[in-house]
C-alpha cells in the first residue's frame, strides 16, 4: 500500500456560516489529542481561534496561510467570508477513530454516554448546528478564564478528554503502527537499501490516484470532503 506522503489524512473544509451565541460564524471548538492539524488556506477570509495554557489566540487565515497546531491545541474556524480550507492531519484514522474532542459543558464530558450522543455525526444542518452550538457553550468560559489569565479550566478539559478518550487509546497504536509509523519505517529501508546500491524498491513507483469519499458531509468546523486512502 502506498498511502498519502507521511502517512497523512486529508480533507476539505467549508467553514460554517452560522452565527454562534458571541456573534461569531463557524465550527465547533475541539481539540486533538495524538494528532497535529494544519490548515492550508485555498480561499476566502476567517481565522481560527486557538487555546492553549500559553493563552488565548486569534490567527487571521486568508489563501496562502498555512497554520498548524498541536495536539491539546483548542481550534475554532471562524468564518468571514468564503472561507476554504485544506486540512492535512497527521496519523490518519486516528481522528476518524475518536481522536477529536469537543469542547462540551462539564457535565457531558463527564458522561461518556451523553458525550457520545451529543457528539454523534450530524444528519442535517439543524443537528450540525445544535452540537456546534453545545460546543461554544463549553468553550466561552474556558475562553474568558484564559483571558484572565486562568488556564485552570482547560487542564480541567485536557482531563476530561483524555478521560473520555483513554478506553480507545489503545486500539489507535495498530492504526498507527500500520500508518504514519510504517511510512515512516519504509523510508528508512529504502535509505539503507540505496546506501549499498540497492535501487530495487524503485520499481514499485507509479501514480495513485483518489476521489473523495464522502462530498459535503458534516465535520467539526464545517462542510468537509474526506479521502479514505488505504495505509
Known sequence: MFPLPGGIGLSHLRAYEWEASDGVCGGGPHLHLACTEAYVVTGGRGAVQTLSVDGYRETELEAGVVAWFAPGTVHRMVQRGGL???????????????????????????????Y??????????????RRRDLAIEGYLPIRDALAA??????RDFHRAAAALIAPKAGAWISRWRAGALAAAERTGVHLEALANGDASHLEES???VANPSTKDGYGLCGRREEYRIDM
Open 84 to 114: 476554504r480550507i485544506t486540512v492535512l492531519m497527521q496519523n490518519s484514522g486516528l481522528p476518524e477513530a475518536g481522536d477529536a474532542v469537543l469542547t462540551f459543558p462539564p457535565p457531558i464530558l463527564a458522561d461518556p454516554d451523553a
Open 206 to 208: 507509479g501514480v495513485r
Open 149 to 154: 489569565g486562568d488556564p485552570g479550566p482547560l
Open 116 to 129: 457520545a450522543a451529543a457528539a454523534a455525526m450530524p444528519t442535517d444542518d439543524d443537528s450540525a448546528r
